[in-house]
């Protein structure tokens, strides 16, 4: 069978389910999606794909996707009164694109198992412009013969490049070791950008020098139009990076692994969802992107920012 001419089911259509799933169907895969809300994933159709009211409905298909918030969720869309799972039939191969604990994952790969589906997990890293800048990479982890079988449909999502690291949930063991430094990074980058622009050194300059060395990454690149000119638009929010930080920091205990800078990350970010209950709706306000965070840190600085409504690179063009 050709990998196009399989039949390929899509769960989630958020902010990285959406365009992951119209770069399978750009890539001319047959796929039908499931979103909890139907009009999420309505573009979708405008590429092709086929939006199914029942998740069941995803359980003849040849390889199924997902990409949730939780554990809880992937459980709930799989083996919940409605899942995929509850007509009584399972696909072959369930593929999870979600960042969620090492323990949830082994016991959603137990029961597939037990169902007689296959279960790869497939961790990515980026966001919605990395998607669509064909950069987003994944780390896959399970059975090889498994992995090895939906590696083309996985280098469809993410060009990049795709890491196989082994059986069972290491890939999620990677997932979650990248997000904590993806929390790590992001405050030092806050702080040391604040301290030069304290002294007077424009935000903007600052990174473009950054950028531009040895120090620079497509992370610190992406962000910067954001910590220059104050656009929170959401790539990742700040309730997700707690979650993963406190997912890492839990391993390094069961590990006995150290991790004193993740735990001082840990504080600094709960420190901002102190500093929401300031805003006129918190809740609003915790829903912007996590790098929203520059602004709590210049409350402890003492500084008050204005964007500097500069037109700076992503490094994704």
């Known amino acids: 069978m050709s990998k196009n001419a399989q039949k390929i089911g899509w ?25 909890r809300t139907r009009a999420k994933a309505e573009p979708l159709t405008k590429s092709g794909a086929k939006i199914v009211d029942k998740l069941s ?26 899942g995929v799972t509850s007509g009584g039939k ?43 800048a064909g950069r987003l990479s994944a780390v896959l982890s399970g059975d090889e013969a498994a992995c090895n079988a939906a590696m083309p449909l996985v280098e ?33 980058l806050i702080e040391i950008t604040l301290l030069v622009n304290k002294m007077g050194v424009p935000r903007e300059a600052f990174l473009a020098f950054l950028n531009n060395g040895v120090m620079g990454s497509m ?10 000119n104050l656009d929170w638009t959401t790539t990742f929010t700040p ?3 707690r979650k993963d930080l406190d997912l890492g920091l839990a391993l390094g205990r069961e590990m006995d692994v150290p991790m004193p800078v993740t735990a001082a990350t840990r504080e600094v970010l709960q420190s901002h969802f102190g500093a929401a209950t300031l805003q006129k709706d918190p809740d609003a306000y915790l829903q912007k992107d ?18 500097e409504d500069k037109n700076v690179p992503t490094g994704l063009e």
């Open 11 to 35: 769960i989630g259509a958020g902010r990285m389910g959406l365009p992951m799933a119209e770069r399978l169907l750009k890539a001319g895969h047959d796929v039908s999606v499931w979103n």
């Open 57 to 82: 409905d995803l359980a003849a298909c040849d390889v199924v996707f997902s990409i949730v918030s939780t554990g809880k969720d992937l459980d709930q869309v799989l083996f919940g009164k409605d």
């Open 90 to 132: 399972t696909p072959k191969v369930v593929v999870d694109c979600s960042t969620i604990s090492v323990e949830d994952s082994a016991s959603i790969r137990a029961k597939l198992k037990a169902a007689g589906s296959e279960y790869v997990a497939a961790p990515v890293s980026g966001n919605a412009k990395v998607i669509k």
């Open 156 to 188: 469809a999502i993410a060009p990049q490049g795709v890491s196989y690291v082994g059986e069972g949930e290491l890939a999620r063991v990677c997932k979650i070791a990248h997000n904590v430094m993806l929390g790590v990074v992001i405050e030092n």
């Open 219 to 228: 992370f610190t690149k992406y962000k910067s139009p954001a910590l220059v």
């Open 239 to 241: 309730e997700l990076l």
């Open 290 to 307: 996590f790098a929203a965070l520059l602004e709590t840190m210049a409350l402890a600085a003492g500084m008050k920012l204005e964007s």
